[in-house]
């Protein structure tokens, strides 16, 4: 709906020969940094080559703010209803699936600036392919001390084979992703879940006054909660790649592990923040450093 009085402007693309109508590109959503619409849209149409495959095949939670970050936003599980033909709705709610840049494009001109996703595709809706960790700091611990555990969590993966790829989460903490992308069937939700849970719980028994797995917010200050539960079925994570609401707008965007070390030698917060120029210039550069998790194949070990 839009005020009265106010005046529609649109402009029309063509993307991928599909035909869009893009309106009021120069809303301002991110009033903090006067980042209007039209850079949301140009952002996500010059990041789709690096992020459609960790889109395609997975059924999408939008975060929409069509007044901007300071305004209203609203969490949309199932495709709006005037979706075009050529959007699939999939899944059980029926939700928006991305498969082509087109409709990245025609999400961002909703102002849907987070993305997110499930750990399964909608193929095979219970077989997880990545096992996730979410290192979220309690105040005063920042994104240095989820360095901090990432790398001690990275060296117990590399202990029992298992390699890790790491993004920043946009906001104040660090994801942790073990690929999996495998038809063992024993790769389920609960097994992904239960391995992540023993994985944090190791880590807090060596390091208690610093990490914690509980899901009490009272024991969270000072400590980095290892949140295993992003593996239930039914939760989502932001997707690599994708805006996150805040003041800036900052990116979910991958990193690799000399990063994280540098960032915690260095103590240097802020070598972990990206926005959207510094995103795209990074792919650019350096290509996809979270391809592996939509293409490595791994098997979870059993702990005893």
Request: proline fraction near 7%; glycine fraction near 8%.
């Amino acid at each position: 709906m839009h005020a009265p009085g106010r005046r529609v402007t649109a402009t029309h693309v063509d993307v991928g020969g599909r035909h869009l109508t893009l309106t009021n590109l120069d809303k301002v959503l991110y009033p903090a940094a006067g980042f209007t619409k039209a850079q949301v849209v140009d952002y996500y149409a010059r990041i789709g080559e690096w992020m459609l495959p960790h889109l395609a095949g997975r059924a999408l939670t939008l975060v929409r703010c069509p007044d901007g970050v300071e305004g209203e936003r609203f969490f949309e599980k199932r495709c709006p209803p005037h979706h075009p033909d050529w959007v699939p709705a999939v899944g059980e709610l029926r939700s928006c699936e991305v498969r082509e840049l087109a409709t990245l494009v025609w999400l961002a001109n909703l102002a849907a600036l987070e993305l997110h996703t499930l750990q399964a595709r909608v193929t095979r809706p219970d077989r997880p392919t990545a096992m996730v960790l979410d290192l979220d700091p309690g105040p005063p611990a920042g994104i240095l001390d989820c360095c901090r555990v990432a790398l001690d969590l990275r060296a117990l993966l590399d202990e029992l084979g298992l390699a890790a790829v790491v993004k920043t989460s946009g906001s104040k903490g660090l994801h942790l992703s073990v690929p999996l992308n495998t038809d063992d069937a024993g790769v389920t939700a609960e097994t992904t879940k239960g391995f992540a849970l023993q994985i944090g719980r190791a880590l807090a028994a060596h390091f208690p006054d610093r990490v914690v797995t509980d899901m009490r917010k009272d024991l969270r200050p000072g400590r980095v909660f290892v949140d295993w539960s992003q593996n239930d079925e039914h939760k989502t994570t932001v997707c690599a790649y994708s805006l996150r609401i805040g003041p800036q707008p900052t990116v979910s965007t991958p990193v690799s592990w000399d990063e994280v070390d540098d960032a915690l030698a260095g103590g240097d917060a802020d070598a972990l923040v990206f926005e959207t120029a510094d995103t795209l210039r990074r792919a650019s550069d350096g290509g996809d450093l979270y391809a592996p998790n939509v293409e490595l194949e791994q098997h979870l070990p059993r702990l005893t």
